[in-house]
C-alpha cells in the first residue's frame, strides 16, 4: 500500500505539474502577443490605442481570460497610467482618471464651446468643431472611466506575486499571471484566466489515479495472498513446529514435506535434523537415567518417572512401598578399604536390590550410598516383606567390614512408607505424597540407624489426613 500510494502521489505531482505549466505557459505566450503594443501605449501614455474598439477586441479574446489590467508609467511625461479589461461586461476603462483631469476637460469644452459662439462659420470654426468634438470624446470617456471604476466590483484581488509570477487559485477557479512590461518606466500586466478547465482535468486525474490506484491493490492483495497461502503459511507453520517440544514433532509432521520447492527442501531438511536430535535425546536420556557406577536408575529417572509410577499403580488398585535405603558405615568402609573398594561394593548392593524387586518396580541411586525404591505390592504387608529382602540380599552378599559391628560385614537399613491405592492421580497430588512419603521413610531411616542398622522399619500412609503415620 505504501509502494501504491507513494507511486499514485508521484505520477499525480508529475500529471498536474505538467498540466498547470502547459496552461501557464500557454496563457503566457497569448498575453506575449500583446506586449510589444501595450508597452508602446504605456511609453506614450496612449490611452486611444489602449481603448480603441480592436484593442479591446483583441484582449478580450484572449482564450479563458476574465480580466486584464495594464498599469504602468509613462516614458516621458513620467505620469502613471492604468486600464482595465473586464471581459463579463465587454468593458474597458482607465484606473487613474481623477476629478482634476474631468474639471479641467470640462472648463476645457466649456471654453471651446464659447469661442464657438462667437464665431462665424468658416474655416476657423471648423477646426474648432473637431477640436471640441474630440474634447468631448475624452470626457466622455474619461467620464465613463471614473463612472465604472467606482462602480465596478471585482470578484477577486490582486495576490502577492513576491514569489512567482503565476498563482493558481483553484478553489476561485482562478489563475493569476503577472508580466513585466518593456517600457524605460516598466509597468506590468496582471491577468486574471479562468481555470475551470484545470479543476476538470484535476477531478479526472484523481478519479483515474484512484481507479489504478484500487486495480493495482486489488491486484497486490491478490497477490499477497497467494504468497501468504504458498510461501508465509507454510514457513508459519514450520515456525509453529519448531517451538514445539522435540517429543510431539513428529506427531505434527508437516504437510510441507511433500512439496518439490525450496520451502519442501526445508522440511525435509528439518525433519531429517529432528530425527538426529531425537536420536540423541534418546541415547542421552538413557545416559541421564541410568546410574553410570550402579546401572540402576539415576536420580534424574526417579524425579521424571515417580510420579507415573504412582499414577499407573493407584490407576490399577496397587499399594505402591517407598524405601529409602542407606549403607549402614559406608563411609567407614571407604575409609578402610579405598574408594575402588567402595565403588565395587556400592555395585554389588546395587545388583542386589535390582535383584529383589521385579523389573516393574523403580530403583534409583539418589547419591553416595543412598537408594529410593517404588516397588509395586497388594498390600502393606507385602511392602515390608519387599524391604526385608532388599535387608536379606545385602547382609547375604557377605562383604566384609570390620568397622560396621557387630556385623562386621555390609549391611543395609532401610525406612518404608507403604501406601495405599488412591483415587486422585493430578501431578500436584501426586508430588504431595511422594515429599512427605521421602520424610517419613527419612525419619525411619534414621530410626534404624538408631536402632543399631541392619533393620527396616515400615509404616503405613494415613490416604485421609495426607499424612505419614
Known sequence: MTIIVGMTYARYN??????????TSLAVSHLSSQLTFLSGS???????????????????????LIFLEVKGVSDYQSQPIGVRYLVSSNQVWRTDVTDEEIEALQKSYDRIKGMMDGEDEGSKNKKLTYVLNKIENDLYGT???????????????????SSSDSILKLEHNELHLK?????????????????SKLNEFRAELISCLLKEALIALFVSMVLIY??????????????????????????????????KDEIGDLARAYMSL????????????????????????????YARYSESFLALSFSQGDHVGYLVCDIDNFKAYNDSYGHIEGDNTLTMVANAISDAVSGNDLACRLGGEEFIVLVRASCNAEVFAIAQRINSAVENLNILHVNNPPYKKVTISIGAVAIGPQCRSDSEFLDDILSKSFKQADISLYQCKANGRNTVICESYDSENQQAS
Open 42 to 64: 504605456i511609453a506614450g501614455r496612449n490611452y486611444a490605442n489602449l481603448v480603441m474598439p480592436t484593442t479591446k477586441e483583441n484582449i478580450l479574446n484572449i482564450p479563458d
Open 274 to 301: 529432528i530425527k538426529k536430535i531425537k536420536n540423541q535425546l534418546k541415547v542421552l536420556q538413557l545416559q541421564t537415567d541410568t546410574d553410570p557406577l550402579t546401572g540402576l536408575g539415576s536420580r534424574y529417572k
Open 143 to 161: 467620464t465613463q472611466s471614473k463612472i465604472l471604476h467606482d462602480s465596478s466590483r471585482l470578484h477577486w484581488t490582486k495576490p502577492n506575486f
Open 179 to 195: 508580466l513585466p512590461l518593456r517600457n524605460k518606466n516598466g509597468g506590468e500586466i496582471w491577468a486574471v484566466l479562468d481555470a
Open 226 to 259: 497467494w504468497v501468504t497461502l504458498w510461501i508465509v503459511s507454510p514457513l508459519k507453520h514450520l515456525s509453529h513446529s519448531m517451538k514445539q517440544d522435540i517429543e510431539h514433532i513428529e506427531q505434527h509432521r508437516p504437510v510441507e514435506i511433500v512439496r
Open 14 to 23: 508529475s500529471e498536474w505539474s505538467i498540466r498547470v505549466s502547459n496552461a
